[in-house]
Protein backbone atom coordinates (compact mmCIF):
# COMPACT_ATOMS: atom_id res chain seq x y z
CA UNK A 1 0.00 0.00 0.00
CA UNK A 2 1.43 3.47 -0.58
CA UNK A 3 1.28 6.20 1.95
CA UNK A 4 1.75 9.93 1.16
CA UNK A 5 3.75 12.41 2.99
CA UNK A 6 3.04 16.16 2.06
CA UNK A 7 5.27 19.07 2.87
CA UNK A 8 5.74 22.64 1.55
CA UNK A 9 3.27 24.59 2.80
CA UNK A 10 3.16 27.73 4.87
CA UNK A 11 2.38 31.72 4.93
CA UNK A 12 2.52 33.76 1.75
CA UNK A 13 1.79 36.92 0.43
CA UNK A 14 -0.75 37.39 -2.27
CA UNK A 15 1.47 37.25 -5.89
CA UNK A 16 3.63 34.66 -3.92
CA UNK A 17 4.99 31.12 -4.77
CA UNK A 18 4.76 28.15 -3.38
CA UNK A 19 5.78 24.94 -4.22
CA UNK A 20 4.11 21.63 -2.81
CA UNK A 21 5.86 17.56 -2.66
CA UNK A 22 4.16 15.05 -1.97
CA UNK A 23 6.37 11.67 -0.96
CA UNK A 24 5.00 8.18 -1.88
CA UNK A 25 6.28 4.93 -0.41
CA UNK A 26 6.35 1.90 -2.39
CA UNK A 27 7.56 0.59 -5.34
CA UNK A 28 4.73 1.25 -7.68
CA UNK A 29 4.80 4.86 -7.76
CA UNK A 30 5.01 5.40 -11.48
CA UNK A 31 1.74 3.18 -12.05
CA UNK A 32 -0.37 5.49 -10.18
CA UNK A 33 -2.42 8.53 -11.42
CA UNK A 34 -1.04 11.63 -8.58
CA UNK A 35 -3.33 14.38 -7.76
CA UNK A 36 -3.56 17.17 -5.39
CA UNK A 37 -7.03 18.96 -3.51
CA UNK A 38 -7.47 21.76 -1.29
CA UNK A 39 -9.56 22.38 1.18
CA UNK A 40 -11.00 25.32 2.67
CA UNK A 41 -12.70 26.22 5.58
CA UNK A 42 -16.20 25.87 6.07
CA UNK A 43 -15.75 24.07 1.98
CA UNK A 44 -15.69 20.93 0.49
CA UNK A 45 -12.91 19.42 -0.59
CA UNK A 46 -12.28 20.09 -4.26
CA UNK A 47 -9.96 19.16 -6.86
CA UNK A 48 -6.73 21.48 -8.00
CA UNK A 49 -4.51 19.32 -10.31
CA UNK A 50 -3.57 15.65 -11.36
CA UNK A 51 -1.05 13.76 -13.66
CA UNK A 52 -1.66 10.63 -15.38
CA UNK A 53 1.67 8.88 -16.46
CA UNK A 54 3.95 11.58 -17.37
CA UNK A 55 2.78 13.60 -19.04
CA UNK A 56 -1.19 13.82 -19.04
CA UNK A 57 -1.84 16.58 -17.05
CA UNK A 58 -5.18 17.96 -16.00
CA UNK A 59 -6.23 21.10 -13.87
CA UNK A 60 -8.71 23.34 -12.04
CA UNK A 61 -10.20 26.10 -13.85
CA UNK A 62 -9.11 28.15 -11.07
CA UNK A 63 -5.99 27.58 -11.05
CA UNK A 64 -4.86 27.02 -14.86
CA UNK A 65 -2.07 29.19 -15.86
CA UNK A 66 -0.90 29.42 -12.16
CA UNK A 67 -0.22 26.01 -10.79
CA UNK A 68 1.98 23.41 -12.11
CA UNK A 69 1.57 19.57 -11.73
CA UNK A 70 5.01 17.34 -12.31
CA UNK A 71 6.42 14.22 -10.81
CA UNK A 72 9.87 12.28 -10.42
CA UNK A 73 9.32 8.83 -10.24
CA UNK A 74 12.84 8.19 -9.50
CA UNK A 75 12.29 10.22 -6.61
CA UNK A 76 8.60 8.78 -5.70
CA UNK A 77 7.34 12.71 -5.28
CA UNK A 78 4.69 14.63 -6.75
CA UNK A 79 5.34 18.59 -6.95
CA UNK A 80 2.63 21.26 -7.38
CA UNK A 81 4.35 24.22 -8.35
CA UNK A 82 1.94 27.70 -7.06
CA UNK A 83 2.58 30.52 -8.73
CA UNK A 84 0.79 33.82 -8.44
CA UNK A 85 -1.04 32.60 -5.35
CA UNK A 86 -4.59 34.76 -3.95
CA UNK A 87 -6.25 34.86 -0.32
CA UNK A 88 -9.02 32.21 -2.64
CA UNK A 89 -6.00 29.72 -2.72
CA UNK A 90 -5.74 29.50 0.86
CA UNK A 91 -6.66 25.91 2.02
CA UNK A 92 -5.30 22.58 3.57
CA UNK A 93 -3.57 20.78 0.35
CA UNK A 94 -3.97 16.91 0.28
CA UNK A 95 -2.19 15.05 -2.07
CA UNK A 96 -3.71 11.42 -3.21
CA UNK A 97 -3.00 8.58 -5.61
CA UNK A 98 -5.56 6.74 -7.74
CA UNK A 99 -4.71 3.24 -9.23
CA UNK A 100 -6.74 4.14 -12.71
CA UNK A 101 -7.69 7.52 -14.23
CA UNK A 102 -8.29 11.13 -12.94
CA UNK A 103 -12.08 9.96 -11.57
CA UNK A 104 -10.29 7.32 -9.36
CA UNK A 105 -8.51 9.83 -7.22
CA UNK A 106 -11.35 11.35 -5.24
CA UNK A 107 -13.21 7.74 -3.89
CA UNK A 108 -8.84 6.60 -3.44
CA UNK A 109 -8.17 5.81 0.46
CA UNK A 110 -4.92 6.83 -0.58
CA UNK A 111 -4.48 10.39 0.68
CA UNK A 112 -1.74 12.31 2.98
CA UNK A 113 -2.50 14.36 6.22
CA UNK A 114 -2.60 17.39 4.28
CA UNK A 115 -0.44 20.81 4.04
CA UNK A 116 -1.44 24.25 5.17
CA UNK A 117 -1.01 27.04 2.77
CA UNK A 118 -2.08 30.16 3.93
CA UNK A 119 -2.15 33.60 1.43
CA UNK A 120 -2.56 36.99 3.17
CA UNK A 121 -3.70 39.92 1.34
Known amino acids: QVQLVESGGGLVQAGGSLRLSCLAS????????MGWFRQAPGKEREFVAAIRGSATLYYADSVTGRFTISRDNGKNTVYLQMNSLKPEDTAVYYC???????????????WGQGTQVTVSS
Open 96 to 110: AAGSAGVSSLSSSNI
Open 26 to 33: GRTFSSYT
